[in-house]
Nanobody, 115 residues
């Protein structure tokens, strides 16, 4: 079955960087759009970035120029490089796959941005 496992979260100071990873299994990874979402306390989950099967990225306006999404189809892994982190970037970051009626999520990885 589909599995998505995120890693790489942690505590970082404002202005710092983190790289999140999402290891995928149970489907033909290279064929699908992969997405990163985040959810801050008390807020709705929001789309942060997506990458198509053709490696074309899209970003939320709030992270453009600071975050980079990438994928390694040989490793079935999608990454999110986060630079110049701000306190408002804090939250739980989730990897997502939409495949027909399937809407699969990982368990999330917590990002804390604080001095």
């Amino acid at each position: 079955q589909v599995q998505l496992v995120e890693s790489g979260g942690g505590l970082v100071q404002p202005g710092g960087s983190l790289r999140l990873s999402c290891a995928a299994s149970g489907f033909t990874f290279s064929s699908y759009i992969m997405s990163w979402y985040r959810q801050a306390p008390g807020k709705q989950r929001e789309l942060v970035a997506q990458i198509t099967s053709a490696y074309s990225p899209n970003y939320a306006d709030s992270v453009k120029g600071r975050f980079t999404i990438s994928r390694d189809n040989a490793k079935n892994t999608v990454y999110l490089q986060m630079n110049s982190l701000k306190p408002e970037d804090a939250g739980v970051y989730y990897c997502n796959l939409k495949m027909g009626t399937l809407d699969a999520w990982g368990q999330g990885t917590l990002v804390t941005v604080s001095s």
